[in-house]
């Protein structure tokens, strides 16, 4: 028998997975593969967005809700965008602030729900009937934070030649396990390190010749803002702009991001919960494609950013 329909994290859940809350908002005799399949189903919400990942764990002060009556929503299938999502739009560029759990452009043929398609929504409802929106630049699905898109061919070309000159100012805010030093990584990356993970070329691990001819450079420069308990906030700006860059320097580095679930391999530490990894692209600069003029952009982290960092501010590291 269902005692109540949602629950607060309080106490000894948080750091629960989310199958075992669905477990005791379900009520005694809620099996452990029935909750599971409830999250896969779309049953069940946290904090009013729908979580389907049964082994998410739980941070203190979220609200997570069990429905059972109407149809079940899927992960993917999403509303348009927020009214101010669209930082900035005239002729020629588009800057988007981009939700976590989205993809930036299709990945797949028939990947509908993505960053590109819900912009044409917005750009469209605000008084373009037919917008043509380019890509430049993604982010990773989990990863917020802004985006531009090009809105002809001239711009895109412009902005993609900025992007080749390392002069597109990238930077994102950032929480590491452990206590991360300032630094600049500058490393060559590989799309296999050789266990099925991209990470860089090590003389030691993959031979002391010449690095492979897939190797790229990538450079990412850490400031260390703020030690949490047990983490650190941390800016990284990017010199070059590689998949998984910063994620990847700050694991080897022995910091893997909070929320990391794929380059944590190597760490031995505790893993902090967090709902994604915790990286947010906070600005975002670039010269005008028509005007030559600079241009810069900044947003805030979202909602599920700041409920990390406030708890791992409590205590906090001096």
Known sequence: MRLKDALTVEGDRAGLTLAALVREIAGEGTSWSKARDLCRAGRVLVDGAVETDPARRAIAGERVELRLAGPA???GQRGPLPPDAVVHLDADVVVVNKP?????????RDDRDTLLAF????????GDPKPTLRAVQRLDKETSGLVVFARNVRAQRHLQEQLGRHDVTRRYLAIAHGRVESATFDTLLLADRGDGLRGSWNPRRHGRGEPPPDAKPAVTRVEALERLAEATLVACELETGRQHQ???HLSEAGHPLVG????IRDWRGPRLPAPRPMLHATVLGFLHPRS???VRFEAPPPADFNAVLGRLRQPAVR
């Open 292 to 294: 030559g003029r600079a």
């Open 100 to 108: 976590a759990g989205l993809l930036t452009v299709p990945f797949e």
């Open 260 to 263: 990391e679930a794929v380059y």
């Open 73 to 75: 929503v899927l992960r």
């Open 246 to 248: 910063i994620r990847i």
């Open 119 to 126: 912009t044409r929504v917005a750009v469209r409802r605000l």
